[in-house]
């Protein structure tokens, strides 16, 4: 199979790409893929690393004042006819777009050309890109309610995310051992992305002080740029808290976590799903349209998660949820069963299947 996938801005759209290519190349090792993608975000330097070949396009997203949109739009449309000899030169059996602008250009050129297209929305809330893409891609697969119910629903599939297949089937490392944890308390994970997050961590400096009372563990993720000046304000902790700048494992760091605290994007719910993990989801305020608290609402709303929006968190609430999960086994089980329920943990098995009848 031949695949180019139009993917970039964040990690959000280009890691659910890695999980399904690397599912196909599985499957099919002959396979051939091209990611297309900007000239200088994430996925400009990640997909080279990981062997595949890429070429980054000159494209800009449509923010800003009406004339700096009026210039993205053009470089837009100069973008697609660029993308256009991409994908005659490639000849790929299909073109899927995870989002990001530059996967507008290249789906939309496909489209143009009469190869098969799909995209792929990580989010509740569509974004923008998808928006322009709708009408003409042959295949939709989404991950949430609310987007399914915005998508024609005669070429859109409820088939998750493919980050979810990729915790699924994970063999778990010794956390307890890297971490210097103990095996027979619950451990709670906090982690804000791997930047962190500062209001967070100014809550948590409080509430840290009062985990340390408690019979359970805390993993806190402060986020590399807050590390030493979270381990300053805090001094010297008790054995049950444990602060890291960043995680590079957080499969398995999920698997062994028995609630999780947490942002609410994309992947990260995936994740959660898959393995069936309460959690208490601070969704980013910071993000378009605010697609983080409609992600979250998904998995609260069927009490698989609690929600606290930033602008409502407080050290008192916030630890009172955390007892209240963890000291309730009814409550631990009823969220992970509802969790799971909502998991896709087939997502690749599930997307690889469509791309087939495709």
């Known amino acids: 199979m ?7 801005g964040t990690g959000g759209h280009l890691y659910p790409a890695l999980a399904l290519v690397e599912y196909i190349k599985e499957v099919e090792p002959d396979s051939e893929f091209l990611f297309v993608g900007t000239k200088d975000r994430i996925e400009s330097e990640v997909v080279p690393q990981h062997g595949y ?39 790929p059996d299909i073109v899927i777009g995870f989002g990001g602008y530059p996967s507008a250009s290249v789906v939309e050129a496909a489209n143009r050309l009469g190869y098969k297209t799909m995209i792929h929305e990580q989010n509740s809330i569509i974004g923008l890109t998808n928006k322009i893409l709708i009408k003409n891609v042959d295949k939709i697969v989404c991950c949430y309610d609310k987007a399914y119910e915005n998508f024609p629903k005669d070429k859109t599939y409820k088939l998750g995310n493919p980050r979810a297949s ?3 089937s994970i063999k778990p490392d010794d956390i307890f051992k890297k971490y210097h944890l103990n095996k027979n308390l619950p451990l709670v994970t906090i982690v804000m992305g791997s930047l962190g997050s500062k209001s967070v961590n100014e809550m948590m400096l409080k509430s840290l002080k009062t985990f340390e009372q408690k019979n359970y563990q805390v993993l806190y993720v402060t986020g590399k740029p807050y590390f030493e000046e979270m381990k300053t304000k805090l001094g010297k902790l008790n054995k049950n808290i ?7 494992d957080m499969p398995s760091v999920l698997k062994n976590t028995t609630l999780v605290v947490s942002r609410a994007g994309a992947s ?15 969704p980013s305020p910071y993000v378009a349209a605010n697609h983080q608290e409609y992600n979250a609402r998904e998995l609260a709303d069927r009490n698989a998660a609690m929600m606290i929006l930033e602008e409502n968190l ?16 009814i409550v631990q089980e009823s969220m992970q069963k509802s969790a799971k329920a909502l998991g896709k943990p087939n997502a690749c098995r599930d997307i690889y299947k469509l791309i087939k009848e495709m």
């Open 2 to 8: 031949k695949v180019i996938v139009g993917a970039g």
């Open 314 to 329: 407080n050290s008192k609430d916030f630890v009172e949820k955390v007892d209240y999960i963890l000291e309730n086994k």
């Open 53 to 91: 070949e890429y070429i980054g396009l000159n494209v800009r997203g449509l923010v800003g004042n009406p004339i700096k949109k009026g210039i993205a739009a053009a470089i837009f449309v100069k973008s697609i006819f660029t993308a256009k000899k991409i994908v005659k030169k490639f000849k």
């Open 166 to 168: 990729v915790i699924a």
């Open 268 to 282: 990260t719910l995936a994740e959660i799903t898959a393995v069936g993990i309460p959690a208490i989801l601070i």
């Open 242 to 248: 444990k602060l890291v700048p960043y995680i590079d």
